[in-house]
């Protein structure tokens, strides 16, 4: 029998408060969207909030967190059910954000709501494993991954003696800063100086010498080679493999994507993956086709509600020097985008990107079509940030855009009627 099934695929889900309330007919474009989901056989975003009620919360925020503290009330889940999503990606930075207590908290809600999830666990190999999900068109299992994270947001490895920690499937990065012969010299002499020679290793930036200076990054190999294994495994178990990896090096403004992912999003499609879904950065990155199955570097923002949170814990306002117990959300969402920050998300880049659905039949890819969509940066504060199918003018501006960013990858696809296409034997693919 055939296996011919839809798969939706949306980035980043900062979500904070309903969307649903918008009325499909009155708000065609809302509810276009939400057509769109719905209709596919599967479609998966990355949820990246916790997800709990802040008056019953029994935890704390975390010592460390992954740029602000991000959460939600359970409703926001309702929300994304109810706009048609079933796999739900949960790897990335702001996980633990509220501490292993905000992410078992967020766990028992979506297992609350019978949601398929992947990328937080009890420990290490938990937070490692598939999820599966069955469809008329055949099963379909995602993993999800993290290459960006606090460290104590990393779930911790069983032992036959004591247990794992709690955490997310993190991809543990190395980095060095590599200087040239002078200015390795001079450094050296610095840290001599100081007394301490492990200082910048404690900051995982050690200190060593090459030809140029550079920042060089490395994935950690013992974490590449689980998350292949588990892709390994889904793969003799389900029919489709879906890989999510959460990744915003080198820079949320950058983007290209380091060249180390592309050899670790290229190795997971060796070990099986049919598709690797790629977001975190807030914006658009480009789309690799390799071995006839898709890389996207980045699918950039599908919701973020960053203007509409409360309360914040103290450190956050502490970010811009406020006074941490007599100022408010609002004054601190306005001394953030002021200042140009990382955080801020006054760019309009950040406000629009494609939800690509792909057609399978048989495991093979035989088509593509990628959806431009807008998040309303202009709008108010209640809408600012909830996506739409983009409008026709400004739906060609953000399909140029994601054009010459896949063209960089020797990617192409036919723009027409609103949307991009791909079908079998267009664009280039690797071997």
């Given at each position: 029998m055939s296996s011919d099934w839809t798969i939706a695929a949306a980035g980043d889900?900062?979500?904070t408060h309903r969307i649903t309330q918008h009325d499909r007919a009155e708000d065609p474009r809302f509810g276009a969207l939400g057509k769109l989901i719905e209709s596919a056989d599967v479609s998966t975003v990355n949820l990246e909030t916790s997800v709990f009620d802040l008056r019953s919360f029994a935890g704390w925020p975390a010592a460390e967190r992954g740029g602000s503290y991000l959460v939600a009330p359970p409703i926001v889940l309702d929300?994304?059910?109810?706009?048609?999503?079933?796999?739900?990606?949960?790897?990335?930075n702001h996980a633990g954000d509220w501490g292993i207590e905000g992410m078992l908290a967020t766990t028992a809600e979506l297992d609350r709501r019978g949601m398929a999830h992947a990328g937080v666990g009890m420990h290490l190999a938990d937070a490692s494993a598939p999820v599966y999900i069955d469809t008329v068109g055949g099963r379909v299992a995602m993993i999800s991954l993290t290459t960006t994270f606090p460290v104590s947001s990393k779930a911790g490895d069983q032992r036959p003696d004591i247990v794992g920690r709690p955490?997310?499937?993190?991809?543990s990065l190395t980095r060095r800063l590599q200087l040239s012969t002078g200015l390795y010299d001079e450094m050296t002499r610095v840290v001599d100086a100081h007394g301490d020679p492990s200082l910048f290793d404690r900051s995982n930036l050690g200190i060593s010498q090459g030809t140029e200076s550079a920042i060089v990054e490395h994935p950690s190999p013992s974490d590449v080679d689980r998350v292949l294994a588990e892709i390994d495994k889904?793969?003799?178990?389900?029919?489709l493999v879906l890989v999510h990896g959460h990744t915003h090096e080198p820079a949320n403004h950058v983007?290209?994507?380091?060249?180390?992912?592309?050899d670790l999003a290229r190795r997971c499609i060796d070990a099986g993956a049919h598709a690797y879904i790629?977001?975190?950065?807030?914006?658009l990155r480009g789309i690799e086709m390799y071995r006839s199955r898709p890389i996207f570097y980045s699918l950039g923002n599908f919701i973020v509600h960053r203007d509409t949170q409360e309360p914040l814990p103290a450190d956050q306002y502490a970010v811009f020097g406020l006074d941490q117990q007599a100022s408010h959300p609002h004054e601190y969402y306005a001394a953030?985008?002021?200042?140009?920050?990382?955080?801020?998300?006054t760019t309009p880049e950040y406000h629009e990107s494609v939800v690509p659905v792909m057609r399978f039949s048989d495991g093979e890819l035989v088509e593509m079509d990628l959806h431009p969509i807008e998040l309303c940066v202009?709008?108010?504060?209640?809408?600012?940030?909830?996506?739409?199918?983009?409008?026709?003018?400004?739906?060609t501006r953000i399909l140029g855009r994601m054009a010459g960013l896949a063209q960089e990858f020797g990617f192409t696809f036919d723009i027409r009627d609103g949307k991009g296409r791909w079908r079998t034997g267009a664009g280039k693919a690797g071997t």
């Open positions: 889900a900062l979500i929300e994304l059910l109810d706009l048609g999503f079933r796999l739900f990606a949960r790897a990335n955490g997310c499937n993190g991809i889904a793969n003799a178990l389900a029919d983007v290209a994507p380091p060249g180390w992912l592309g790629g977001h975190g950065p807030h914006q953030r985008d002021q200042s140009k920050h990382r955080m801020s998300m202009d709008g108010s504060p209640g809408s600012r940030g909830t996506p739409r199918m983009a409008e026709p003018a400004h739906a």
